[in-house]
């Protein structure tokens, strides 16, 4: 199973996640930074983990764009799709929805919302002044939920038949 993880991220906690399911999925897993890399290929992939965080209600571009130039090659494999914020149940899935079109969260095979973290030393002047007023936190904010991503690393697994 040839398999692909891209994101985008800003802070750092969506790259953490596209690690941490690269060594829970396994062999032949590339990892790519659609920051770094905005012309990424699907080509030769037999499952794409799509993965992104929300900043003002809404996903990163590279991320959309991706979605947007590789819809056919998409809809082509299987798709799995994780978003970290720092919103819990209802509030989360609200934003999963908005985050992806609704032609992949349908073709999805598997959604992931593993949470968000907010480091304060990290964050631009304007960020820790808009966070410190939304997220009401003096410091630093972790609501990671790992066993969200060895949830969609075993749907990964089962959806090509490895589990």
Known sequence: MKTL???CSRYGTAAECA???AQKV???TRVADLAREPRTSVEGADVVLIGGSIYGGKIQRPVVTFCERNRGALLAVKVGLYLCCLFTGEEAAVQ???AFPDWLLAHAFGRA????RIRFERLSFLDRLLLRGLAHAPGDLSRLRPEALDELADATRAA???A
């Open 5 to 7: 993880i891209v994101y």
């Open 19 to 21: 690690r941490t399911l």
């Open 26 to 28: 396994g062999e032949e």
């Open 96 to 98: 999963m929805q908005s």
């Open 113 to 116: 919302l593993p949470g968000g």
């Open 160 to 162: 090509v038949g490895k």
